[in-house]
């Protein structure tokens, strides 16, 4: 099997410079870069196949149609449903999570319900959240963290009560990487018969998922973060919650009928895909899935925790480094770090790493309420996935030792 270095050769962008050094990308976690086949895949469906799908009874448009429900029923498989009618396809998590909120929220929580979130919320699963209590009266509460960045087991055994309607909880927290046990919650949640809502961005691209395993009634994720172009994501829900539920948009290829006054909606998936489908995007997804099945979630996972094991201690050994949410190794850390430069701004110090041609995230990863929580306004973030190697950590650590020496302060 290829090493990391192997894996590079997939990846046309990764062969570039960026100010005129090798690039060493490791925004992994706001996005992936795209395989070759990936990037064939999509320019195939747009150079032979492209129609539009589910509307024409000639060939191009049966394909395009084929395609699509292809990449559904491979999103299936994926995640482990029961049904290709609970994959919902969307433009991205952040789409799936708002579905939810709008649509089974706005409907099924009232004046006093609660719906409780974890601290570590990405804006996506907490903001539509915040607008359904608004909205309804709801309150809103949260599960928060032990020193180490997992979620206080305290919190997880009082505060999901006969008044909980929402457990809504990432599986893998964007500025932690650390895994929730979402099993144990789910199983809390639907002793109190709340509905268990799951953020996936994180996960999916990174460890095996089983959606029925987790026990998730909903289930959101990016095609992006996950070698697959921007513009498509996934909603997975139980079929009996999605057919309860009434249409989040509304327009085209969702009806059954349509009168003057009156319409009647479709059946899933189609109910909640208004409008022209991203077909492109789904050959792409498909082709995405096809190539991290190929590589192996053993194989993601093993790389991952070997680039974090391998940087800790190196960074440690860095007295003006400090590290948010946990500076050890460990089973459930996925390859996120994050950390400041003591006295300089996570803005200060990626301007700085990109003239090194080192590619990290500075800013709140749209995690505000966790910044507040850790003290902090803004850190910055490197994020690994499988095509990363020690060479990268390398560069990055080494580019991050001429950081506080640019600011003038000294070593
Ligand atoms: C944990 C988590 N949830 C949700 C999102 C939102 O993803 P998207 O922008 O693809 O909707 C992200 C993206 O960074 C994320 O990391």
Same mark, same amino acid.
């Given at each position: 099997?290829?090493?990391?270095?192997?894996?590079?050769?997939?990846?046309?962008?990764?062969?570039?410079?960026?100010?005129?050094?090798?690039?060493?990308?490791?925004?992994?976690?706001?996005?992936?870069?795209?395989?070759?086949?990936?990037?064939?895949?999509?320019?195939?469906?747009?150079?032979?196949?492209?129609?539009?799908?589910?509307?024409?009874?000639?060939?191009?448009?049966?394909?395009?149609?084929?395609?699509?429900?292809?990449?559904?029923?491979?999103?299936?498989?994926?995640?482990?449903?029961?049904?290709?009618?609970?994959?919902?396809?969307?433009?991205?998590?952040?789409?799936?999570?708002?579905?939810?909120?709008?649509?089974?929220?706005?409907?099924?929580?009232?004046?006093?319900?609660?719906?409780?979130?974890?601290?570590?919320?990405?804006?996506?699963?907490?903001?539509?959240?915040?607008?359904?209590?608004?909205?309804?009266?709801?309150?809103?509460?949260?599960?928060?963290?032990?020193?180490?960045?997992?979620?206080?087991?305290?919190?997880?055994?009082?505060?999901?009560?006969?008044?909980?309607?929402?457990?809504?909880?990432?599986?893998?927290?964007? &500025?932690?990487?650390?895994?929730?046990? @979402?099993?144990? /919650? #789910?199983?809390?949640?639907? *002793?109190? +018969? $709340?509905?268990? &809502?799951?953020?996936?961005?994180?996960? @999916?691209?990174? /460890? #095996?998922?089983?959606?029925? *395993?987790? +026990? $998730?009634?909903?289930?959101?994720?990016?095609?992006?973060?996950?070698?697959?172009?921007?513009?498509?994501?996934?909603?997975? +829900?139980?079929?009996?919650?999605?057919?309860?539920?009434?249409?989040?948009?509304?327009?085209?290829?969702?009806?059954?009928?349509?009168?003057?006054?009156?319409?009647?909606?479709?059946?899933?998936?189609?109910?909640?895909?208004?409008?022209?489908?991203?077909?492109?995007?789904?050959?792409?997804?498909?082709?995405?899935?096809?190539?991290?099945?190929?590589?192996?979630?053993?194989?993601?996972?093993?790389?991952?925790?070997?680039?974090?094991?391998?940087?800790?201690?190196?960074?440690?050994?860095?007295?003006?480094?400090?590290?948010?949410?946990?500076?050890?190794?460990?089973?459930?850390?996925?390859?996120?770090?994050?950390?400041?430069?003591?006295?300089?701004?996570?803005?200060?110090?990626?301007?700085?790493?990109?003239?090194?041609?080192?590619?990290?995230?500075?800013?709140?990863?749209?995690?505000?309420?966790?910044?507040?929580?850790?003290?902090?306004?803004?850190?910055?973030?490197?994020?690994?996935?499988?095509?990363?190697?020690?060479?990268?950590?390398?560069?990055?650590?080494?580019?991050?030792?001429?950081?506080?020496?640019?600011?003038?302060?000294?070593?």
């Amino acid at each position: 099997m290829p090493d990391a270095h192997d894996f590079r050769r997939d990846f046309p962008l990764l062969k570039q410079t960026m100010n005129g050094r090798p690039i060493v990308y490791l925004d992994n976690s706001a996005t992936t870069q795209k395989p070759e086949s990936v990037i064939r895949a999509i320019g195939e469906y747009y150079g032979q196949d492209n129609a539009n799908p589910h509307r024409g009874a000639y060939a191009l448009s049966i394909k395009a149609t084929d395609i699509y429900e292809n990449a559904r029923e491979r999103a299936r498989r994926f995640i482990g449903a029961d049904d290709a009618r609970e994959i919902i396809f969307t433009r991205n998590t952040t789409e799936s999570l708002n579905l939810v909120a709008y649509s089974y929220g706005l409907n099924y929580i009232g004046p006093g319900d609660e719906i409780l979130l974890t601290i570590a919320e990405h804006h996506s699963n907490l903001v539509p959240w915040q607008q359904v209590a608004h909205a309804k009266g709801a309150v809103l509460k949260y599960i928060y963290l032990e020193k180490d960045g997992n979620l206080s087991p305290r919190d997880l055994e009082t505060k999901i009560t006969a008044r909980t309607k929402i457990v809504a909880v990432t599986h893998v927290s964007n &500025v932690l990487g650390l895994v929730n046990p @979402v099993r144990e /919650i #789910a199983d809390r949640a639907h *002793a109190k +018969g $709340a509905v268990v &809502v799951v953020d996936g961005a994180q996960s @999916v691209p990174h /460890i #095996a998922v089983d959606v029925k *395993a987790l +026990g $998730a009634d909903f289930f959101a994720f990016s095609g992006h973060k996950m070698l697959a172009p921007m513009g498509i994501g996934v909603l997975y +829900g139980k079929s009996a919650l999605l057919d309860a539920m009434p249409p989040f948009l509304t327009g085209g290829d969702m009806i059954d009928d349509v009168a003057e006054q009156e319409t009647t909606f479709a059946e899933l998936p189609a109910k909640f895909e208004a409008g022209t489908q991203n077909v492109g995007g789904a050959a792409g997804l498909t082709a995405a899935i096809d190539y991290l099945e190929e590589v192996g979630f053993d194989r993601i996972h093993a790389r991952e925790k070997e680039l974090v094991a391998y940087a800790l201690p190196r960074l440690r050994e860095l007295p003006y480094i400090e590290l948010y949410g946990c500076d050890t190794a460990r089973d459930n850390k996925l390859g996120i770090i994050t950390f400041n430069v003591k006295d300089v701004h996570p803005h200060d110090v990626s301007t700085i790493l990109d003239a090194e041609g080192v590619a990290v995230r500075g800013g709140h990863h749209c995690a505000q309420p966790l910044m507040t929580y850790l003290g902090q306004n803004a850190t910055c973030r490197a994020s690994f996935y499988f095509y990363n190697t020690k060479d990268d950590v390398d560069r990055w650590i080494a580019a991050l030792k001429k950081v506080r020496e640019v600011m003038r302060l000294g070593a």
